[in-house]
């Protein structure tokens, strides 16, 4: 049987991988607000497509492009989700234009995860 996440739910979960990318980006086992990095989170859903997210991610230890990258996906995976993650560096224009194409409502804000957004 296939349950459909809700948007609380996804919520919850890009909060707890937040969370565990800080643990290791800072090495730290309790994370506070000195620990912050920046992310910006956007959600697409609608009658065409299921829910998912876009997700920009600040390296604010200057690791390893290559290094950072898996370590993203590794962190993802390890919420054992089963949900296919794609990771890249590329934060310019060209991802601009993929996460701010048409969205069901006509308008970015109403997609911005403001929970785990911190810009």
Request: proline share 3%; net charge positive; hydrophobic share 35%.
């Amino acid at each position: 049987m296939f349950l459909k996440t809700t948007m609380s739910e996804a919520t919850a979960t890009i909060s707890e991988y937040v969370k565990r990318l800080k643990r290791k980006l800072f090495r730290v086992r309790t994370v506070g607000p000195e620990h912050s990095i920046k992310t910006l989170f956007v959600h697409e859903d609608g009658p065409d497509t299921r829910l998912h997210y876009h997700g920009l991610i600040q390296n604010p230890t200057g690791m390893d492009e290559g290094d950072f990258l898996t370590l993203i996906a590794r962190e993802w995976r390890g919420l054992n989700l089963g949900k296919r993650i794609h990771v890249g560096y590329d934060s310019g224009e060209r991802w601009w234009k993929y996460c701010i194409k048409h969205k069901n409502t006509g308008s970015l804000s109403d997609h911005i995860d403001l929970v785990n957004s911190n810009f």
